[in-house]
């Protein structure tokens, strides 16, 4: 019995968990795994049949997916000899190329909309959770209800509707009304999720701020905000998953100027199809930003765990 | 540095009345108890002179200027809170900085005041220690170092030694009164222990359902109470109450307990019907003489003294007695009552008779 331990599991069951997890994190990361592999694949190599393991890595669907080319007759390819690497990859196709795609503008409209959208929605998330966790608010039950209630419909359900108002209203295709669209969307998961964040701070805190000689907003900055950091930190990592992946809207509403990277990467052509590798190559990166991000935050995310094991 | 006046001061919240109009002063320097049960509406009564709940009417003077709905910050009152508050994401130095830095104090003369502050506390070797791994008492000391720091007109405090354990409790109340002692400022402080209240209290407020029942010296509160609630919640073991039905008239000195005269000061009020004789356990003694008698139920030895349970024909009664006089379990005595420390009570309304004994406190409590 001496081996038994109320506090500390048993060897065996240790084992046991470790391996489930290890089992698990496997299985999820394999597909992650094979999308960032096929990125490096030859076209030929990412639709062979048995799948590839074994390759040959090549730069190829990095360079399709950067660059736009074009096919050029066997004089012209005679008489400019390839100037880089880049150009080496797509003379194997009797191309050249002849400028930037538009993988990076789309890139840039993700990272415009996604982090705006969670900035707006964590900042005005953050004033109403407090707003409601605090105050006396008349309905307050009826209003939290109702803005839970933005999101219980299906976004094709409210596509039509939104994209007619969009375009009366001049905002389809712009970076302003794609940010306005996901914070609408994303506002009643911050004001939930926030709102009980906040009521886990004992109200004593501001109270004692008013105390010192703080204003209500001075109380709120200073002492509520550093204590729901742990809440933020991790609200703004499911508003901007969710602006960042987002599929539906920014396939309707988006095909130009503001069009986000999702609706963009599967229609990367490539010769005889969809190139393959550049759409992998092009998830792959699409998936760095929420990881950094994620790991940014991922200290506040613990941090939130193990305080909310201790406090009481 | 302040007095405080609370008159006739109500709060609301919605239906529900937390205090009902309430009266009573605090002079300046007074180390101030508001007592009673939980939930009778003292942390209410406390957080409306600090400024955190706004009265639903009525006034709070403070040094005569009414303040009753200006926001805190402009009143000068500091808070101690039942659980400390101290600002989890800030070390000790800067919690007690805090209200300084609020006042726009220069950085070189916070940083003497808070040193200054943490010597009077003993708490200068833990300033730069993170405020969560604090023992209760140093927490305690950091909470109070955060009210005194800035010197304020007054001192709000509630319950600030529910949260340590029973045996430290004592040490700390004894450092808070020689805090205040030393520093004279007029504190309020918050109990539902009557004893820490007579211990500790320059005067008592006595709340009960929303309700003043008493204000005092806390030796007018336990010789004089003005309600049966008073004198059964104040004292331990609490005053007895025997019940009897009669008539008392003005200028009576005696009353009838079960066809015996039994001596009561000189009563100042007549009333009649249902009745309450009140007498602190201290203030009887037994002896084998005697007509008004009592069986002993029970003796409990508490060192010097001992408490003696009797049954007797207006209900069950405990004596405080000196614990070398022997009482056996079964024994029939005599009681004798200290007529002039016997408080008559209205049955009806819980009301004590106005008599010789606490004309004085009555009349303007
Ligand atoms: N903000 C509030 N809203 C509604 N009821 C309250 C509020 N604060 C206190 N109360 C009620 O008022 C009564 C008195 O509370 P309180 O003053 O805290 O009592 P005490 O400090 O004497 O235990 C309690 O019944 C409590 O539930
Ligand atoms: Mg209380």
Redesign the pocket.
Known sequence: MSSFSVTEPSKRSKWFAGTLVILYALITMIPLAWIMLTGFKSPADAISYPPKVVFEPTLEGYVNLFTQRTRQTQEYLDANPPENWRDEIVRQYDMVIVGPSKFGERFLNSVIIGFGSTFLSIFLGTLAAYAFSRFKIPLADDLLFFILSTRMMPPIAVAIPIFLMYRQLGLSDTHLGMILLYTAVNISLAVWLLKGFIDEIPREYEEAALIDGYTRFQAFYKVVLPQAATGIASTAIFCLIFAWNEYAFAVLLTSGTAQTAPPFIPTIIGVGGLDWPAVAAGATIFLIPVMIFTILLRKHLLRGITFGAVRK | MAQIQIKNVRKE??D?V?VKESSFTIEDGEFFMLL?P????????LRMIAGLELPTSGEIYLDGEEIGQRPPSERDIAFVFQMFALYPHMNVRKNLSYPLVSQGMPRAQVKAKVEEVAAILGITDILNRPVGGLSGGDRQRVALGRAIVRDPKAFMMDEPLGALDAEFREHMAEELRALHDRMNATTVY?T?DQLEAMQMGDKIVV?NNAVVEQFGTPQEIYDKPATMFVADFIGSPSMNFLNFDGVVSEGETSVALNGHPIAVPRQMQGSSGSLVFGVRPEHISLSDAGDYRGEVLATEYLGTTQIVTLDTPNGEVKARIDSTQVAKVGEKVGLNFEAPKVTLFDASNGLALLSELNQGVLSHG
């Open positions: 919240f919605g529900f937390a009673g939980s939930g009778c509406g003292k942390t209410t009564t918050v539902h709340m």
